[in-house]
Structure formats: C-alpha cells, structure tokens
C-alpha cells in the first residue's frame, strides 16, 4: 500500500494563513489581519482541540493552537520537524534526505516573515535597477525567452544549521542536521540578468527583495533583504530559479520565483524574488546589519560578549558531511553493514571523507562520488564491519580540496552559526 502523503498543520498555515483558517475553522479576517472565531468555526477548534476555548476572540490570524501543531492534514511536505510556526521554519531530519536530489517534500523551510498568499506566475514581475545601464522589469515568461533556461543540482543550507549543538545555546531556531538540501533548480543565470541590465564599474554588492511580508504587518518593513558582493553574483551557477525538481516551486520554497545562490548561506538565496538592485556599498537591508548572519572575526570564550564591530558577514559555507543511512539510534543483527550520506564545501570542493566506528582511534576512507555539477553536493558509501553486540557510534569526517577538515567541536559563536562538527550516529547490534 502507498504511504499517504502529508504534512503537518503549520505548514497549511504558513502557506495561507487566511485560506488555512477558512477551510479549517472558519475564522472571519479583518482589515488588521486579526479575526475572531463564530459558529461553526469555534465548533471546529472546539472539536479539534477537544475543549472550548475560553479567549478564542484574542487569537492572531494565523496562531497555531501548539496542540495542534504536529496534526498532519495535507500533502505538500513529509516529515519535517516543525521548529517554529511564525515565521515557519522545519528541518528535515538526516535519514529522510537520502536521495541524490532532495525530494521538494523534504526540502526544509526556512522563512524570516509570512510569505505572500499570492505566489502564481501569471503577473509575477522582477524589477533589475540601481546602478545599471538598462533597468529592467521582468516577467517569468520574460525570463525564459530571453535567457538560456537550465538545471543545476544545488545546495543550499541555512547558515544557522546545527545551531541546536552550541553550548551555552545561542538564540535562534535550533536546527540540528536538517537546515540543508540538494535539489534540482531550473531558471537562468544571474549574471546572465545582470549582464543584460548594464553593470556599472561602481557597483560593490547586491541587495535582493522579495514579496513575504514582516511578521508585524508594518507596510514597507520588509523581514529579509541581503545581497552578495558583485564578484559572486557573477558566479555562473547562482541561479534565478521558478521550478524546483522539475515542478514549480514549493510556496513554502519561494514560489513562484527566488533566487538560489549555492556555496553561501540559503539567507541569499531571496525567496518571492520581486527586486535585485545593485549598489556602491554593501548592502544594509534587513538581516544585514547588527550581528545577522555574522561571526566573530577572531575565536571568543563561550558565552563572551562581543563588540559588534568585531563581527563579519559570512560569505562561503565550510566543508561539511552527513549520514544519512542508516537512521541514528537502529538495532541491527547485521555486522557488516553500508554506511553512506552526503558531503559539501562551500565554494570549494570535497575531497575525501572518513569514517569512524570506535571514536576515532582508526578512520577508514569512504568511496567520494563526484558531483553532479558545482556546487552540487557528493555521494560518499563505505562498508563497516562491526566486531561483535554493542553501542556503536559512527562519525563522518570530510575534507575539502585545500585541505581543511570538519572538527569534532567547533569554536562557540554568539549566533550560533557555521556548525561543521562532525555528524554522529548511534547504533544497537544485537
């Protein structure tokens, strides 16, 4: 019997709030995005929840009752753990990302407001303006007639992925492993727009803007605008992306365009890409300022304060692997068993990756594939022969082509980001 696809509850939500509580509750909105619940709309809450609820007129739109958060109604999405429902965001966890090119269900989600409910192609437009010599106002259709359309396999992963192993932990959404996928993206070249707008010999950076709204409601406050400098953007394998998988985008991966830009943290990557606007400074948008997706420029005692002039923007993503075969924490009777997962580097390329299965007293090297293109990432399998019944650990290790190597333990950071310590598994042989 096929396994009914579904997804839980907050992503209906997040998707369409307004739609979500329509079908769901019945919830009546008004003008200040708040609402109250009447008739058969209380009913239903009451009947899903089990009780009434007594304050049910103070409920913002789209508020999931945490009760309810983890009920699977739709398809859409599969198995993601739910770290927040405002703004959603939801890890895939390592052994539901197995396949070369991740599935759009388990691509996780990552957002910084509450995404548009609008996200058609049809009169979708994409302004390209700032310092260039031809501004631009594009339409998806626009984009693929007048650029070369391709497919590229390619990372992405949130700058914040293994936050949740900081000791003292650092604020933020606590992903573990599951902040990182590999899917095939469709859309045309950045530097192919770029080029056709007229980059002026002033331009630094870009700044990147896209149609989620701030989770206040403020008008014109936007929740995430960041950019890159310009000798990146014209990397050849940053793509303008409207279909994922051969399929359009997810509306929870920035439907019905983004931007998909591999190597650097997924903040780049501007879901519901409505505006690139190219300037003479480095951008000072949302999430670009203050401490956001920066590190210290020099190792800090966990826990320290620092100035915030001493933080830098973090630019390539450091080498990384992960397991994701077999499922941490299986009892097994097999003593010779497969092991395989994924590696990636950032700008770089992976070169080797090692495996353990006595804490790290021996290593054996694991068969490296290669990619299927930049930035994409490897396949990595090898053998383990375990000795006799026991509590295993098996350890993944990689290296990249300038020889730097993924640490047991990485230096704390206020943020928490850049987590590139090993990934563990457990293992029960019977």
Request: hydrophobic fraction near 40%.
């Amino acid at each position: 019997m096929k396994k009914q696809e579904h997804t839980p509850i907050s992503r209906f939500y997040a998707e369409d709030p307004e739609a979500a509580e329509r079908r769901l509750l019945g919830r009546i909105t008004y003008p200040d995005r708040r609402g109250f619940l009447k008739g058969a709309g209380l009913a239903a809450l009451g009947g899903l929840l089990g009780t009434f609820v007594p304050y049910h007129r103070n409920m913002p739109l789209g508020l999931i009752p945490v009760a309810l958060a983890d009920s699977d109604i739709i398809v859409g999405k599969d198995g993601l753990i739910v770290l927040n429902d405002r703004p959603m965001n939801a890890e895939t966890p390592p052994h539901l990302l197995d396949d070369e090119v991740t599935p759009t269900s388990r691509h996780f989600i990552r957002n910084n407001g509450i995404p548009p409910t609008n996200t058609g192609a049809e009169g979708w437009s994409l302004t390209i303006d700032g310092l260039v010599d031809n501004p631009l106002t594009l339409s998806i259709e626009d984009l693929k007639s007048r650029f070369r359309v391709v497919t590229e396999n390619l990372v992405i992963e949130c700058g914040g992925n293994g936050r949740a192993g900081f000791n003292p932990p650092a604020s933020g959404n606590q992903w573990t492993f599951g902040a990182v996928a590999c899917s095939a993206w469709t859309g045309v070249r950045l530097a192919d727009v770029l080029k056709a707008a007229g980059v002026k010999d002033s331009v630094i950076y870009t700044a990147h803007e896209g149609a989620d709204l701030h989770l206040s409601g403020q008008a014109g406050k936007l929740p995430i605008s960041r950019g890159v400098p310009i000798e990146k953007a014209m990397n050849s394998h940053n793509l303008i992306a409207f279909e994922m998988n051969g399929e359009p985008l997810h509306p929870m991966n920035g439907a019905p365009l983004r931007l998909v830009v591999p190597g650097w943290p997924g903040s780049c990557s501007q879901k519901w890409l409505t505006r690139i606007w190219l300037r003479d400074q480095v951008h000072d948008g949302a999430k670009m300022t203050g401490t956001s997706y920066k590190v210290p420029a020099y190792p800090v005692a966990p826990g320290s304060e620092v100035p915030e002039q001493d933080f830098r923007v973090i630019e390539s993503m450091p080498v990384k692997s992960l397991i994701t075969f077999p499922e941490s924490g299986i009892k097994t009777a097999e003593r010779s068993l497969e092991v395989r997962g994924h590696a990636w580097a950032g700008d770089r390329k992976v070169n080797a990756v090692h495996i353990t299965h006595d804490f790290g007293a021996t290593w054996q090297k694991a068969k490296l594939s290669r990619p299927a293109n930049p930035y994409a990432w490897q396949r990595w399998r090898a053998k383990v022969d375990l000795p006799q019944a026991g509590y295993y650990e098996i350890w993944a290790r990689a290296t990249d082509d300038k020889g730097v190597s993924q640490p047991f333990a990485i230096d704390w950071n206020p943020k928490g980001y850049l987590n590139n310590s090993f990934h563990r598994i457990a293992l029960f042989v019977q």
